[in-house]
């Protein structure tokens, strides 16, 4: 079972950047696809990105498409979010999870969640 521990959390202002990192344990990390969910305080995680097992494709949330890039390195058993033009709304605690079913966007479409990164974006 791959197990994951996010990074690159903090505080930055509206309009900046940050780039999470999610560390991937286990030899198996490139034969997986891969998200990143958030979720606010008082609100459902909610879906923010998702990428093959190859890295060759990717969808998004509306809610941050052109904004953020969700990328991978197998080598590295790294994935990433990179995430530009930040807004207050995007505050969160930011998940990645492995995708467990073949379709869908919900969490239970996803598992071996990691323990989260907090993004804070100030107005």
């Known amino acids: 079972q791959v197990q994951l521990v996010e990074s690159g959390g903090g505080l930055v202002q509206a309009g900046g950047s940050l780039r999470l990192s999610c560390a991937a344990s286990?030899?198996?990390?490139?034969?997986?696809?891969m998200g990143w969910f958030r979720q606010a305080p008082g609100k459902e995680r909610e879906f923010v990105a998702a990428?093959?097992?190859?890295?060759?494709?990717?969808y998004y949330a509306d809610s941050v498409a052109g904004r953020f890039t969700i990328s991978r390195d197998n080598a590295k058993n790294t994935l990433y979010l990179q995430m530009n033009s930040l807004k207050p709304e995007d505050t969160a605690v930011y998940y990645c999870g492995v995708r467990t079913r073949l379709f869908g966007t919900d969490t239970a479409d996803f598992g071996s969640w990691g323990q989260g990164t907090q993004v804070t974006v100030s107005s």
């Open positions: 286990g030899r198996t990390f490139s034969t997986y696809a």
């Open positions: 990428i093959s097992w190859s890295g060759g494709s990717s």
